[in-house]
Every structure is written in structure tokens, then in C-alpha cells.
């Protein structure tokens, strides 16, 4: 039977070392939920002799692509050219499903079978992609593949440029973990497939994601071509909860839309860069970016501030960006709406009741800041209380609020504290940024959420306060992004057991 070639495939790369290896990697293969399998044949030590391929690519039910990469193509076989050429010929005789072979291998030394014309780029994303994928896709092989290392996603778009020019089915894949977005999004556009790992450890090239994780986390079976693509920008990002946040939002609400994580560089021009790639390509269907450490400030000027909530403009901090489908950019700062109604809700009072109501907020750095512009914002009288005096005290002169030392936060006069320092987080759980609750104090919210019952919270128990836990502001966050690009209610109660889920594991 002729393999399929219109649907995307989810193909799990084998890189056993032995005939015995690969057969127990062909038969976990099986039951991950991939469709097709790459036998390595290069990891294979010693080579293979073509007289013992056909009982190495014994397939369990999948379809095969048989592949022996030279180490000048990145490959693990340095034996003669001629003996690769001839264990390729074998597996295709053996009924190899597809055999990958180099570009650069000439026409008349080619194996005969169903051929994927592939071109590989450890290094770089070649300046002259458009042309080498033209030239792939103008041979009579039946499938393109053009793998590339990608610096940043702005490259990684490149590869969707490259599966969307191409006339025949292809793959095309950025490398590290800037080009995830491309394993991720190929069945958006139609690839003819993307791989991935059996398990951690076992990928055969820099950034490629576990099969498990491309179906549990990043939804494989339910994008297809009308899927919408929202993100999380950072650096570091890889250590985000966004994605499994969002992604288990989407499958719970039936919503059709995908989450990835994006690593962007520090840099407004690197920033500025991928956001003009997305616009640039409306058919991508690009409808929301989360943006974090330390992009937060380069969004807002890349949005511009007409275009973003008054009050994310005066923190100067936008951490989510909607993209609508004419190409027009918003943003907004859920930060600060997730603490305040994180407070406001376990309060029972609305925002305005923040009026005239005395909050301590201890640290003046980025959680500090949106925190103190949203409680002066709705009148509450709010006194910051940092380790660095003269930091608190500009923060404070910008937003009306005053300002001393955290050493003096033990006699503040306050109903409410907010911590915004790290102190207390994971792995010091023994510290706390007060000493003892003052009288006073009735509420106390730590914005920390790892570990979720820090100490200062635990002494605000005993002291019988009112107590909110970072993570309420964390799902609150989410949920606000969620709601902005969906007009949809949020599944909170999901969001929450991701993030349970995250923190306990
Ligand atoms: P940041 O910008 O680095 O600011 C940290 C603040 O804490 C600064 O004011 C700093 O004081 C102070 N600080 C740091 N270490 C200290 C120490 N050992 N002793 C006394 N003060 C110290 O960090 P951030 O982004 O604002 O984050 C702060 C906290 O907020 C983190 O714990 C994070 O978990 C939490 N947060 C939670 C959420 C959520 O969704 N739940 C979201 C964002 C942040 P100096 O000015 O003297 O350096």
C-alpha cells in the first residue's frame, strides 16, 4: 500500500545502538501514539551489513523511513560512501517505507525507493534557505526535508515560509530550542511530519521535543490547519508553566488553539524582530503572546503605548500582547489585575473599596512596581518597604505612595501586606520577610507561590489573618490572558491543577 503523504506525521526517531536496542525502540514506538518511525541506521555500532537491515527495520505496524547519516551531514557513519549508499539500498529493498537520502549525493549514485531529499545545517539558518528549498523541491524525490539551526523563532517562522512554498510534501524543521515552535506547529501547516524523541536523551538533533510531550502538552492530535497560535515569550522560558497552563485550557474548553514556548534573546531588536515575523505572516493566525522576564518593557514599546491599557503603560509592562487577524496589536498587563483581584475576591470587596485602605508592600522590583501602581491607582494608601531605601523611595514618588527600609516594615501601622520579594520562595523556605505579624495587620497575601504555604503565610495563619497564596495571583494571570484572547470564560479549576500539578511534581 502507498504510505500516506497528506496527513502530518508524528515520527518517532530510533537512535538504538544495537539490532537488539533498536527492536526494543521500535517496540516502545508502537504504543506512544506515533505514526511512522526513523531507524537511525548510523547510530547503529558497528554498521549495519546490508544483508542484516531487513530484520532491523522489522516495524511493529509502523511505517519506516530508513536513514544512515554521514557525519559531514551530521550523521554517526564515517565508513566509505559506498557502504552507506548499500545499506540505504537494503532497506529499501527491505520495504523501507521512505529512505532519506543527502541532497548532495549525485543523481546516478542515488538508492532507488521513495526518496526524502534532505538538507541539513547544524550550524546556522542558511542565508540562502529560499533557494535550497526551491532546489529540493525541483528533484523527482517524493518528499523535501530541510533541518536548520535556528538562533531565534524569528528563524524558526522560516521553516513554515519553506513548508508553505514547497509544491511536494516536507519537512522543515529549525533546530535548538528556539526552532520548538517549528516540531510543534508543522501539522498547522501541513509538513509531512515532525520528529521526535522516544524519550529524553534519545533525540537525534538539538531541541527535538518527546513524543509524549508533543501529544500531552503541546496538543499534536488536535492542531490542524485552523488551529490558532498563542505563546509565551522569554528568556529563559523552558522552565514556564504557560504552556501546560494554557494548552490544558484549550483542551477543556474545546478551544482550537495551540501554546508554545519562545525563547527570545535579551534585546529589543530581537523582540522587535520575531513580533514583525508574525505580523508579517497573517496566515500563521498568531493571537496571543504571554511575555515575561525580561520582555516586558519591549513589548510595551512595540505595541506602543496608545495601543495598550493606560495602566500597563504607567508600570511600563506589558505581559500580554492579542494579535487580531488584520495584523493590529494590543497590550495589557494582567499582572497587576491578577494581584488586586487576587485580593480584592479573598476580601470580598470590590476595587474601589481599596480606597483609603492601608497596604504594606514589601519589595520595589517588577512584581512590586505593577503591584503599587494598581493599589495607588484605586486610592489605597500604600507605603513600600525595601531592602535598597532609595529604590523603594523612587517607586514610590512616581506612583504617590511612601516609602523606608524593609528593616522598619515590623512596626508599619498596615491592614494589608503584600510580599514582593522573594524571600521565603524555594529553596529557602525557612526565611520570612517579617519577623512577627504586626498588630495590625489583618491580610496577607505572598505573591511567592513555590512553595504555595510560605512561612509568612503560615505565621499569617497563626496570627489569624486572611491569607492569599501566590498562586491565586498566578491563575489569575493566566485566566486573565486566556479571557483576553478568547472572550471566553476561563476553566480556572484546570489552570489551578496544572499548576498544583507542576509544584507537586
Ligand atoms: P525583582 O524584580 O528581582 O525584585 C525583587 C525585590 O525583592 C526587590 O525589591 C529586592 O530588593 C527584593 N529582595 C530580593 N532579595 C531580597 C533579600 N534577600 N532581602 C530583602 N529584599 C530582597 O523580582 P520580582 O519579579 O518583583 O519578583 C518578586 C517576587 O514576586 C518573587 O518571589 C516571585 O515569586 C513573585 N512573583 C509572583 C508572581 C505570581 O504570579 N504569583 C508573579 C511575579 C512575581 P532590592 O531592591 O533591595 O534589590
Not at 557502504?83 to 529499501?92: E, M, P, V, Y
Not at 549525493?105 to 538538507?119: C, F
Not at 521526535?196 to 531541541?207: Q, R, T, Y
Request: aromatic share 6%; with cysteine.
Amino acid at each position: 500500500m502507498e504510505p500516506q503523504l497528506s496527513s502530518t506525521r508524528l515520527i518517532c526517531t530510533l537512535t538504538g545502538t544495537t539490532a537488539q536496542a533498536m527492536a526494543e525502540q521500535m517496540r516502545q514506538a508502537s504504543v506512544t501514539g506515533c505514526d511512522t518511525v526513523e531507524c537511525r541506521l548510523d547510530y547503529l555500532s558497528p554498521a549495519p551489513e546490508p544483508g542484516d537491515v531487513a530484520g532491523i527495520l522489522d516495524a511493529a505496524g509502523l511505517d519506516v523511513i530508513a536513514t544512515c547519516r554521514p557525519v559531514r551531514e551530521g550523521g554517526k557513519f564515517d565508513g566509505p560512501e559506498a557502504d552507506r549508499l548499500a545499506i540505504l539500498q537494503a532497506a529499501s529493498d527491505a520495504g523501507a517505507d521512505f529512505i532519506d537520502v543527502e541532497v548532495d549525493v549525485p543523481a546516478d549514485e542515488r538508492p532507488s525507493g521513495r526518496i526524502i531529499s534532505s538538507r541539513h545545517d547544524f550550524e546556522t539558518c542558511p542565508h540562502d534557505l529560499t533557494e535550497l528549498a526551491a532546489g529540493l523541491d525541483a528533484s523527482d524525490a517524493a518528499v523535501n526535508k530541510i533541518a536548520f539551526a535556528a538562533t531565534n523563532p524569528a528563524e524558526a517562522l522560516r521553516a513554515f515560509d519553506v513548508i508553505r512554498d514547497s509544491s511536494k510534501p516536507t519537512l522543515a524543521l529549525a533546530m535548538g530550542d528556539a526552532g520548538l515552535p517549528s516540531r510543534i506547529l508543522a501539522g498547522k501547516f501541513g509538513a509531512f511530519g515532525t520528529f521526535a524523541a522516544l524519550a529524553d536523551g534519545l533525540g537525534s538533533a538539538p531541541g527535538q521535543p518527546t513524543v509524549a510531550r508533543l501529544r500531552d502538552l503541546y496538543r499534536w492530535d488536535a492542531v490542524n490547519r485552523e488551529t490558532e497560535i498563542y505563546g509565551v515569550i522569554g528568556c529563559p522560558v523552558g522552565h514556564s508553566m504557560s504552556p501546560a497552563i494554557h494548552n490544558a485550557a484549550f483542551d477543556a474548553t474545546g478551544i482550537n488553539g495551540v501554546y508554545v514556548p519562545l525563547l527570545i534573546e535579551p534585546g529589543g531588536e530581537n523582540f522587535n524582530e520575531f513580533l514583525d515575523g508574525v505580523i508579517r505572516r497573517p496566515w500563521l493566525d498568531w493571537r496571543g503572546l504571554s511575555v515575561t522576564i525580561p520582555h516586558k518593557h519591549n513589548a510595551l514599546d512595540f505595541v506602543g503605548a496608545a495601543n495598550c491599557d493606560p495602566l500597563a503603560v504607567r508600570i511600563g509592562a506589558v505581559n500580554t500582547i492579542t494579535i487580531s487577524p488584520d495584523g493590529q496589536v494590543r497590550g495589557d498587563n494582567t499582572d497587576y489585575a491578577a494581584a488586586i483581584d487576587a485580593l480584592c475576591d479573598a476580601m470580598g470587596i470590590s476595587r474601589d473599596d481599596l480606597a483609603g485602605r492601608r497596604v504594606a508592600v514589601l519589595g520595589a522590583g517588577g512584581a512590586g512596581r505593577a503591584i503599587v501602581a494598581a493599589l495607588t491607582h484605586y486610592k489605597a494608601r500604600t507605603t513600600i518597604y525595601n531592602r535598597t531605601v532609595s529604590r523603594g523611595e523612587a517607586l514610590a514618588d512616581e506612583f504617590g505612595a511612601t516609602a523606608c527600609g524593609l528593616d522598619a516594615a515590623e512596626s508599619m501601622q498596615a491592614e494589608i501586606v503584600i510580599n514582593c520579594t522573594p524571600i521565603g520562595m524555594h529553596p529557602h523556605v525557612d526565611a520570612c520577610p517579617l519577623e512577627r505579624i504586626p498588630e495590625s495587620v489583618k491580610v496577607v497575601f505572598d505573591t511567592i507561590y513555590n512553595p504555595i504555604a510560605t512561612k509568612l503565610l503560615t505565621a499569617a495563619e497563626q496570627a489569624d489573618c486572611l491569607t492569599i497564596t501566590g498562586i491565586d495571583m498566578f491563575v489569575n494571570q493566566a485566566a486573565a490572558q486566556f479571557e483576553t484572547w478568547t472572550g471566553q470564560d476561563a476553566p480556572r479549576e484546570v489552570m489551578r491543577k496544572v499548576v498544583m500539578q507542576h509544584l507537586e511534581g
